[in-house]
């Protein structure tokens, strides 16, 4: 939601793809995520920014190996800093920039798919990452398709992060909502 408060474009752009395909007689529901590819460009874009845990869980090499060029014996702990590597200008175009449309080459020759690893990646990937990705997507898309958002006159959003094993804000989001026309729908 923060970036969608600082990028008001973005949230339109979303606002628009749910009411194109899903109307406003019901609400967004799991099967709709596949029709809704800028909504999960959008949650995608957000992970690779702010993964949830800068550090994925650490791994031991059962054999002597070389990573990126480095010789690491057998048993070393590997820690693999994901949020660096989302914010690489070497992998990313302007890395510090929210852009979801960045996502949409996912089988081209950038292969975001590859270098976005906010539940690790290959074989040792999160168990849930594709649960993770669809109930955030589905609660995001909800909170788009049955609000208009906001953020409160006057304040800047901080987007300051906190340090340690989990990255959250510093400082919580503080946004305005007004119920969109669905909700009257929805409470009858």
């Known amino acids: 939601m923060t970036n969608l408060l600082k990028h008001p474009q973005v949230l339109e752009k979303a606002r628009l793809e749910i009411d194109e395909k899903i109307g406003e007689d019901r609400l967004i529901d799991e099967p709709d995520l596949a029709e809704l590819p800028y909504l999960q460009n959008v949650v995608s874009e957000t992970f690779r920014l702010f993964p949830v845990a800068p550090l994925l869980v650490p791994r031991t090499p059962t054999k002597d190996m070389k990573i990126g060029g480095y010789d690491v014996p057998r048993d070393t702990i590997v820690l693999v800093n994901a949020w660096a590597i989302h914010r690489d200008p070497k992998l990313w175009d302007d890395p510090e920039r929210f852009v979801p449309e960045r996502c949409n080459n996912v089988g081209g020759s950038e ?12 074989r040792r990937i999160c ?11 589905l609660a995001l898309g909800s909170l788009i398709q049955c609000f208009d958002w906001e953020n409160v ?9 906190s340090t340690g094993l989990g990255m959250h804000k510093m400082d919580p989001l503080r946004a305005m909502c007004r119920p969109r026309p669905i909700m009257a729908k929805l409470l009858i």
Do not use: S
């Open 111 to 122: 292969n975001y798919a590859n270098k976005l690893m906010p539940f690790g990646n290959g």
């Open 127 to 137: 168990p849930g990452a594709g649960l993770g990705q669809r109930i955030v997507t």
């Open 153 to 161: 006159k006057g304040e800047e959003i901080d987007m300051t992060e």
